[in-house]
């Protein structure tokens, strides 16, 4: 489909550039051993990038491992890799009554209590072939996983239904990895996450495969890498935090100013329509906003509908002919006013940037609001499955 297809359909797109995400799983695979298996977190319809898209272009670099949140997510993968041998891997929700067709399906998945895991059996014996789990160990992040006193039973009763399960692995997940103030929590559940293992060592024999790493202990705690890690939001190149980018730079030697991560979205829209206005007008709803003077302003056709907030009323801002164009009064449902009184040309139809780069200019997530760090993964999860997604060289 071109541009033009697109752009009848809907009011935006976004692009997904392929040399940015080929950037960031070189650097990425750089940071872990070649003996390390790389999971690709698409949790949450990509974090926005979305499945239909990123999936193929993921499985051309080599991606062969998908995490997924829930059954539902599961099934996305399903439709839309390429490649039938690349592996599915449910973290979180899957109902009992999904197992069977989990099983079915070769899709691995976490088990972190005894009637999933008692259906996961019944799922095997029945389908005739084992279920393949991952087998969730609490640690201290406390949400889901098998508490200590649990570890050996769920071991022993794992090891005499060895015929209906398939132990693909034990793992965890890190409460916080992104933040030196939860340096020694993790150290904690790392400790605690060895014992589950040696006591797993003792039933099977042999140690299970073990992941526990997201993007933050990727890149902060080589020594927790283990068998697996489960990367998110650095694959689509944004660092989980400040912090974790600032220890990359004192690890790694990375260059000062030098980003070896590369946002692989780009969010555009255009012009719809320009328009000049009188000093002292109020423009849009209200009185949210009055021309100090006379300004030309142009309408663009996103808004809070499309997940581009309210909150950015008055104080967000787009690239138009690479330079920045203010919003001027409240964003509507599907629609801002920007002020390009001093972008001399501007017309119908001009490309504008509301995420990503134009012209030697970019507009980071950052701008879509006061910065906290954790906001990257919201804002961009939050963007609409129905918004296109092609992918660019
Ligand atoms: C989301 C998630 C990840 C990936 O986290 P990032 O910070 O995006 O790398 C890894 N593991 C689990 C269990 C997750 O839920």
Redesign the pocket.
């Known amino acids: 489909m071109s541009h033009q297809d697109l752009y009848k359909i809907q009011p935006s797109q976004i692009v997904l550039s392929r040399s940015a995400f080929k950037q960031n799983i070189t650097f990425l695979k750089s940071r872990i051993d070649k003996s390390v298996k790389f999971s690709s ?1 698409i ?1 949450g319809n990509a974090y926005g990038h979305g499945v239909s898209s990123f999936i193929p272009m993921a499985e051309e670099f080599g991606i062969d491992h998908f ?1 997924v ?1 829930s059954a539902y997510e599961a099934e996305g993968v399903l439709k839309f890799r390429n490649n039938p041998d690349t592996r599915i891997m449910v ?1 979180g929700m899957i109902r009992d009554d999904e197992i069977e067709w989990a099983v079915e399906n070769d899709i691995e998945f976490y088990l972190f209590d005894m009637a999933r895991l008692e259906a996961a059996i019944n799922a095997g014996k029945k389908i005739g072939k084992p279920a393949r789990i991952h087998l969730q160990i609490e640690t201290g992040m406390n949400r889901t996983g098998f508490e200590e006193q649990l570890w050996q039973p769920v071991f022993d009763l794992v090891k005499k239904n060895r015929e209906h399960l398939k132990l693909i692995g034990l793992c965890t ?1 890190f409460a916080g990895a992104e933040s030196v103030a939860n340096y020694y929590r993790i150290q904690n559940q790392n400790k605690q996450f060895q014992k589950a293992l040696k006591i797993a060592e003792m039933v099977f024999g042999e140690r299970p495969l073990a992941h526990a790493s ?3 202990a990727t890149l902060t705690y080589p020594e927790m890498h283990y068998d697996m890690v ?5 694959q689509y190149g944004f660092w ?1 935090s400040r912090e974790t980018f600032m220890h990359q730079i004192k690890s790694s030697g990375i260059k000062r100013g030098k980003d070896p991560l590369k946002r692989v979205m780009t969010w555009k829209s255009e012009v719809m329509n320009t328009k000049w206005v009188n000093e002292g007008e109020f423009i849009g709803y209200g009185n949210v906003y009055m021309a100090g003077r006379n300004m030309q302003i142009a309408t663009v056709p996103i808004g809070y509908s499309h997940g581009f907030g309210r909150n950015l009323t008055n104080t967000g801002y787009v690239l138009i002919k690479g330079e920045r164009a203010n919003v001027a009064g409240l964003v509507n449902m599907n629609m801002i006013t920007v002020d390009i009184t001093d972008i001399p040309n501007v017309g119908k139809g001009e490309e504008v940037v509301l995420i990503g780069h134009q012209m030697g200019n970019e507009i980071t997530l950052a701008s879509f609001s006061e910065m906290t760090n954790h906001l990257n ?1 919201e804002i961009l999860t939050r963007i609409p499955a129905s918004i296109p997604r092609i992918v660019a060289n």
């Open positions: 977190v949790k995490s949140f973290m997940h997201s993007s933050a489960r990367i998110g939001i650095a989980p993964y």
